[in-house]
């Protein structure tokens, strides 16, 4: 050893404190050769200079013992820096999140209240298809978008500090701080967060998951549904009032009320108008729709009268025949009833009064119109009857009348009470008593009269037999299942329709009052739909009280974290480790793993005296006094110093050397001039060695090794200390400053050359190193954005095949789709979960590419400050944008817009789905039919002309719709058996449609060629009548009762129509007694046969359709048969058929003359038209024709046939506006995110990090040995860092491969 350095170390026994900096490197100058001296000119930033006060000047020896220096006084006692924090991560700013939360959960359950309170909200266009289920669900989704975006800043606010809450924790390995990031997908971070138990970190993250979830949840708060909304006062005209009729005797109300009675119980017709069930309301002018809506309910208060039947089977029955009579014997309530018939081997029927009924002993005298009537029925094939006695009483009530304004059906009857106003009927002298409504008073001599009360006791019973007849069994079957009771309810219901038809008409007398009603109409409206809106609060309210307490533990976390910069900046990392010595370890192509092994051991924390990351055993900058780990300065010091386990620098300084040159060190070897040299100062100074004396030697073994080739090659192959290649570790050598920068991607010009400047204002020089790997994230990489864009070009034609398929299928069958919004929530939430993947994955590529967007500027070079090691893209969407526009920097403006894009993938997915009511028609449906073309053989006992007569009667008073199987008034439809509708599905209407054949009934009315009054001199008591038509004349008389008079006549005495009288042309006559004119109308019918497809609705069983084809019908006794007139027929002996004869022959014309009286005027207005009279003859005698040609013109059969059913249900489709926008949206951001990546490729291939950007130890392995650092320091804010670096070029070295600067007059 030298003497020098003996007396050196000798002169250092004696103190207790450890020699300057100045005098450990003069004694290693002297030592060393001389040209490692001349490497050695200053010490590390913050260490003495030569000539300082502190010191002894470098290269001379001591001639007393220095004054000690420890590590605190080492580095200079730096003011506290200011917190700056992310605005997100401020409390006031919190604070306004959180009420902007509780706001937005209270304006929820506001509109949620007003949507019961109000039944949902009016929008326009409801029903258009598509358009309102696109803003319903999109535009929540919209309005969730900013809480997904505050809450994902806030989270990648916490996430970028954390590793520096973690330094200031204190004592943390390298890999849970300065390799510390959180990138990647949101699953990632969670799982890295719990496995770290950084739990802040963790419920933040979280917090962001359920912010996300809201985005599927409002697209369900909102649904469309159908309700009723009240339009109050609205006037109603009132028609009627409670009364007796004047003309009630002349039984022409009860006529028709038979008439349609019989109808109904063969077909089921439903109740006539103003009519429900055992209900007659007055009638009222039925109001047009009001208010935005359909199927629209008026609601009227008015009287009704409640009939009841009083129907009951007999307490005692008994039959005899006596062979030529049957004779049946019946009692109830006190009642016997005595029915005598003539024995017959066909069936029978009828109705008459029960005259012995007693009360309390004594006989009760009644009005026969008042007393109570027995129908009865004899089976000839069980040689059995039947009897049903009935009572009918009723009683007045006042009511609010609820009628559909669609189909004027009386829909609801709410009984108020029976406070009535005086009328004639409840009081003298009708008295409440009820009319039977088959039984008259026969003193009249009006032969019209008797023959309609004939026509009436004939039509009732015959109704009810002909629609037992039509039962599976017949009458005989009903008779004899369950002791008749069967018939019984037959009887029950068409008697009480009859009464409740006749009381509409015969105890309500006209009067015109106006009352004011309200109107429902049922509309679809916009709701809030509860399940949603609750989940979406509950959601609302999870994120609030997790944004709390993240935040409380956050900011009790960071409190002893003090950064004035932001932490996204290249700067940042430096400003927080430009004194700290630990650094140097580092070099580009480190990667995290060689990170990690460099600073295996190391723990870390925050100093506070220059407020930088210090490691334990770090002497620079006064890295043991860090704050944390529970250890004050004194306790680091000895653990540095004293115990001896501290990482030794000299030790860590021979790995680096060795490893720089490929070997492994596996002793303390000397050999060589290298290890010479390291292991004599190292012994010599072992426990006097700082990291400035590792950096001096470490660089003078550098150069030493460079300078002599040989050299390596002897200390690897020299006697046993052999060092084997290290595969696991970095093989790069160490850099060395050099007088010029070279830059990665930018050829360096003798101009760009600037000197690079140390503090002294010496120059070094730079080794070459190895071009460093070059990792890229798996975001960023190729295939991966190759798989995403390929997903979603797929994605787009998968979205465009389903509409396809939508459009070919019909849509999709539905399951309880009456929950009211639960196929709402599903058809809106889960496409818009579908698009979360492809949102999030872009916006994680976007923040992989502006985090590693500072150092694709670098590898430019030439770089400004503000555009590289001050850059930052990660503080939000906006910000990126402007100044990636503001500095052309084309590839992150443009992955910005993608992400943006992607933003509208959300509200579009919402509205892919739709319901819309759907016609799907199944074919090869098994159906049976049941009549077939033919004439029945009993047509000549007229029942089937009856009834039809009595409902085109009901139909013209009453504007009923056709019956089944009948078609506008005029087509005769062969029945079949029409299945039950399906219960599958969300059915509104189903139709079954078959090949079959049709009978269309054609009137051929035509208005008189001459009508004249011949002689209206009414002391005659009559007027005569004469009119021609086609070439015939008819001359009649009609009696002047200065009433109105109308009739029908054959036309029976003209040559040319010899027929007989049921196919000859008859001629309707109304004479107006006010205007003393007659109206004539001739119609001669005739039939027309025709192959149709006719469709029926499953559910009314009505014809809606009538497809008419060929006239090539099947053969039958129907074909070339002319058509029955209705009207007149071949004179028959039988009382009961000359009765049906002459009732059909009154029902017509009064069905004709009642319609004329309910147009405009009346009867009088109409006859001074020229043709007034012949549409409501042609209408009502069509409808007649039509009405019997169903019953007469086809027979029974049983035939197996196939048709169609076409079912309407709401189904599920995709929307097509939406899903070609939704795909056009995925196509144009596949093409612009791959072009985004093509250009980032391209600008990022010079670009050579081994190590996460993401991390500190990224940043700074990239400016360990940079020169430029040491003007930045803990403290500076954004304004002080761009002033520090004013005017400076930055770029990365070809050499070095790390981040250098070039500035012209500064220090870099």
Same mark, same amino acid.
């Given at each position: ?353 029960? +005259?012995?009924? @007693? ?6 005298? !009644? #009005? &026969?119109?008042?007393?109570?009537? /027995?129908? %009865? ?123 409740? +038809?006749?009381? @509409? ?6 009067? !015109? #009052? &106006?009352?004011?009603?309200?109107? /429902?109409? %049922? ?135 060795? #490893? ?649």
């Amino acid at each position: 050893m030298p003497p020098k350095v003996q007396r050196f170390l000798d002169s250092l026994k004696g103190t207790s404190r450890p020699p300057s900096y100045g005098h450990q490197l003069s004694a290693y100058n002297e030592y060393a050769s001389d040209d490692t001296k001349t490497l050695i000119q200053e010490p590390p930033y913050g260490m003495p200079s030569a000539g300082s006060s502190k010191g002894t000047p470098i290269g001379y020896p001591p001639e007393y013992p220095p004054v000690p220096e420890y590590a605190s006084d080492r580095a200079p006692q730096r003011p506290r820096p200011k917190q700056v924090l992310p605005t997100v991560l401020k409390t006031w700013y919190l604070i306004l999140i959180i009420i902007w939360i509780f706001v937005l959960g209270f304006f929820i359950q506001y509109l949620l209240y007003l949507s019961q309170k109000h039944g949902g909200f009016v929008v326009p266009n409801l029903d258009d298809f598509g358009g309102l289920n696109y803003f319903k669900s999109a535009i929540p989704v919209v309005l969730a978008m900013p809480i997904i975006g505050v809450f994902t800043s806030i989270d990648g606010a916490i996430v970028a500090l954390h590793p520096y809450v973690a330094f200031a924790e204190g004592g943390v390995s390298a890999e849970r701080s300065l390799l510390l990031h959180y990138a990647g997908s949101r699953h990632q971070i969670m799982f890295k967060a719990w496995r770290n138990r950084h739990y802040v970190v963790l419920f933040s993250s979280v917090t962001c998951v359920i912010a996300m979830t809201l985005q599927p949840l409002a697209s369900g708060i909102l649904a469309s549904r159908g309700v009723g909304v009240t339009v109050p006062n609205i006037p109603v005209q009132s028609q009627k009032s409670l009364g007796m009729i004047p003309d009630a005797n002349t039984l022409e109300t009860f006529l028709a009320a038979a008439g349609y009675a019989s109808a109904a119980a063969i077909q089921p017709l439903g109740s006539s108008p103003f009519t429900l069930g055992e209900w007659a309301v007055a009638q009222f002018t039925i109001p047009s729709q009001q208010g935005v809506g359909f199927n629209g309910t008026v609601n009227v208060p008015t009287t009704a009268i409640e009939t009841d039947a009083g129907c009951g089977t007999p307490d005692t029955f008994n039959a005899s025949d006596s062979g030529t009579n049957l004779t049946f014997t019946a009692t109830w309530s006190g009642c016997q009833a005595i029915i005598t018939t003539p024995d017959s081997t066909i069936d029978q029927f009828g109705v008459q009064p029960v +005259t012995l009924c @007693q009360g309390n002993g004594t006989l009760l005298i !009644q #009005e &026969t119109q008042f007393q109570p009537v /027995v129908f %009865w029925f004899y089976s000839a094939t069980l040689k059995q009857g039947n009897v049903v006695f009935c009572h009918p009483t009723s009683v007045a009530w006042n009511v609010i009348a609820s009628v559909d304004l669609n189909s004027g059906n009386l829909v609801d009857v709410t009984p108020l009470d029976q406070n009535v106003s005086s009328n004639n009927f409840t009081g003298p002298p009708v008295n409440g008593q009820t009319y039977n409504g088959v039984q008259f008073d026969t003193s009249s001599d009006d032969a019209t009269v008797q023959a309609r009360a004939i026509a009436i006791q004939s039509a009732l019973p015959g109704a009810i037999f002909r629609a037992a007849r039509e039962t599976p069994g017949g009458l005989a079957g009903m008779i004899s299942t369950d002791s008749g009771q069967p018939l019984f309810d037959l009887t029950n219901r068409t008697y009480s329709q009859f009464l409740a +038809t006749a009381a @509409q008409t015969t105890y309500f007398f006209d009067d !015109q #009052e &106006t009352i004011n009603s309200n109107i /429902v109409n %049922w509309e679809l409206r916009l709701w809030v739909y509860p399940v949603g809106a609750f989940s979406f609060q509950a959601h609302l309210i999870a994120i609030a009280v997790l944004a709390i307490f993240v935040h409380i533990n956050h900011r009790k976390a960071r409190k002893d974290v003090y950064i004035s910069t932001d932490t996204a900046l290249i700067a940042a990392a430096i400003t927080m480790t430009s004194e700290s010595s630990w650094t140097k370890v580092l070099s580009a192509g480190d990667d995290e793993a060689a990170v990690a092994r460099k600073l295996k051991g190391k723990r870390f924390g925050i100093s506070k005296r220059t407020w930088q990351i210090v490691a334990e055993d770090d002497e620079e900058g006064g890295g043991r006094g860090y704050v944390g780990a529970h250890e004050d300065r004194a306790s680091l010091l000895s653990h540095a110093e004293s115990s001896g386990k501290g990482i030794d620098p000299w030790e860590r300084m021979i790995d680096r050397v060795v #490893e720089a040159r490929g070997g492994v060190r596996k002793g303390k070897g000397r050999e060589g001039m290298v290890w010479g040299h390291a292991a004599k100062v190292r012994k010599r100074y072992k426990n006097t060695a700082n990291e400035g004396d590792v950096a001096a030697v470490q660089v003078t073994a550098n150069r030493t090794a460079s300078e002599r080739p040989g050299l390596e090659q002897k200390i690897i192959h020299s006697g046993q200390r052999h060092f084997p290649k290290r595969h696991n570790h970095t093989r790069n050598p160490i850099p060395k400053l050099s007088y010029s920068t070279s830059y990665a991607s930018v050829p360096t010009s003798e101009h760009d050359a600037m000197p690079l400047l140390a503090r002294s204002g010496s120059q070094v020089q730079e080794e070459n190193m190895h071009r460093p790997r070059q990792i890229v994230s798996l975001f960023l990489k190729s295939w991966f954005i190759f798989l995403i864009v390929v997903g979603m070009i797929l994605l787009a034609g998968v979205v465009e095949t389903v509409l396809y398929l939508s459009q070919k299928n019909l849509g999709w069958q539905l399951y309880d789709f009456s929950d009211f919004g639960g196929i709402n929530f599903l058809k809106s939430s889960i496409p818009v979960v579908l698009t979360f993947p492809i949102t999030m994955l872009w916006m994680t590529v976007d923040q992989e590419m502006a985090k590693l967007h500072p150092f694709v500027v670098l590898s430019k070079g030439n770089a400004p400050g503000p555009q590289s090691v001050l850059l930052d893209y990660t503080s939000g969407r906006v910000h990126t944008l402007m100044k990636s526009f503001q500095y052309r920097h084309w590839v992150i403006f443009f992955s910005s817009v993608v992400c943006l894009a992607n933003l509208s993938l959300s509200p579009l997915a919402s509205s892919l789905l739709t319901t819309r009511n759907t016609m799907i028609l199944e074919t090869g449906v098994p159906l049976t039919s049941i009549k077939t073309l033919g004439l029945v053989p009993d047509y000549s006992s007229l029942e089937f002309f009856v009834a039809a007569s009595g409902y085109a009667s009901a139909a013209a008073i009453h504007n009923l719709t056709d019956p089944p199987f009948l078609f506008k008034g005029s087509w005769a439809i062969a029945e079949w058996d029409i299945p039950p509708p399906s219960k599958i599905g969300a059915i509104s209407n189903q139709t079954v449609f078959l090949n079959t054949t049709g009978v269309e009934s054609i009137s051929n009315c035509q208005v008189a060629d001459s009508e004249m009054v011949i002689d209206d001199d009414t002391s005659s008591g009559n007027i005569t009548i004469s009119g021609s038509w086609s070439g015939c004349n008819i001359t009649f008389q009609v009696t002047d009762t200065e009433s109105d008079q109308y009739g029908v006549l054959p036309l029976n005495n003209c040559n040319q129509f010899q027929q007989p009288p049921q196919y000859q042309p008859v001629i309707f006559y109304v004479y107006s007694f006010l205007n003393r004119v007659i109206k004539l109308t001739f119609c001669q019918p005739s039939l027309q046969l025709s192959n149709v497809e006719a469709g029926v609705d499953m559910h009314t069983g009505l014809v809606n359709s009538v497809i008419i084809g060929d006239s090539n019908v099947p053969e039958s006794n129907v074909t070339g048969l002319p058509a029955f007139n209705g009207i007149t027929f071949i004179p028959n002996p039988d009382p009961y058929i000359n009765a049906r004869s002459l009732s059909t022959q009154t029902a017509i014309p009064f069905a004709i003359y009642q319609g004329a009286t309910v147009q405009p005027g009346g009867v009088s207005a109409v006859a001074q038209l020229d043709d007034g009279f012949l549409n409501i003859t042609n209408t009502v005698y069509t409808r007649f024709l039509a009405l019997a040609a169903k019953s007469v013109y086809f027979v029974g059969t049983d035939e197996s046939v196939t048709g169609e059913i076409a079912t309407y249900e709401t189904r599920l489709w995709v929307n097509p506006l939406a899903a070609h926008a939704f795909s056009a949206a995925l196509i144009f951001i596949a093409v612009l995110a791959s072009i985004t990546h093509i250009a980032h490729r391209r600008a990022r291939q010079h670009v050579y990090l081994s190590c996460s950007t993401s991390t500190i130890a990224g940043v700074l392995s990239m400016t360990s040995h940079s020169q430029f650092p040491k003007l930045l320091h803990a403290g500076m804010d954004e304004d002080d860092l761009h002033n520090a670096l004013k005017g400076m070029r930055f770029g990365i070295s070809a050499k070095s491969w790390q981040v250098t600067a070039r500035g012209e007059g500064g220090v870099a």
